[in-house]
């Protein structure tokens, strides 16, 4: 520091000053940042959208095809396990499936409303009434010891 020229010394000891002058941050701001940053956590455990139809190449899905004649397909995947949507009748008939069969039930999770759906002995459940607009689906496990999966929010 004794190199530097004394402009640049100077402005380091005026900007030093004024930093001591700054208010310390209110105790309910700094509670409020470490709950968003404990956040990441569960951001790691979402299943990011792996496949969607509607936007999938379309000489690909005349590949692909759905076995179950769906008007849409949708694949969620994470290390925890994957989730499978075929929307059909105009979207507004879903039935899912996930793996590892480890589920209970799926929450469809809707701005208006979240539907709690059981998972049967296959990993499958099934809405015949699909609400319009963003969807998201968390898989509540059978026991405390799996972490929920849950999906991407996703326009339907």
């Not at 009434?129 to 898989?139: I, T, W």
Request: charged share 25%; aromatic share 6%; with cysteine.
């Amino acid at each position: 520091m004794l190199d530097e020229p004394i402009e640049e010394v100077a402005l380091l000891a005026d900007v030093a000053t004024a930093l001591r002058r700054l208010e310390t941050v209110p105790a309910d701001v700094v509670e409020q940042a470490k709950a968003a940053f404990a956040w990441r956590e569960v951001a790691n455990a979402v299943a990011a959208l792996d496949y969607d139809s509607a936007v999938e190449d379309d000489a690909l899905v005349s590949v692909r095809g759905s076995s179950l004649g769906s008007d849409r397909v949708l694949t969620f995947a994470t290390d925890g396990g994957r989730v499978e949507l075929y929307i059909s009748d105009s979207g507004r008939r879903l039935l899912g499936k996930v793996a590892p069969n480890v589920f209970r039930s799926a929450v469809l999770r809707h701005p208006s409303r979240s539907l709690t759906l059981d998972v049967d002995a296959s990993g499958t459940f099934f809405v015949d009434r699909l609400p319009r607009g963003p969807l998201s689906v968390k898989c509540v496990p059978l026991t405390d010891s799996i972490s929920p999966l849950e999906t991407e929010w996703v326009a339907i």
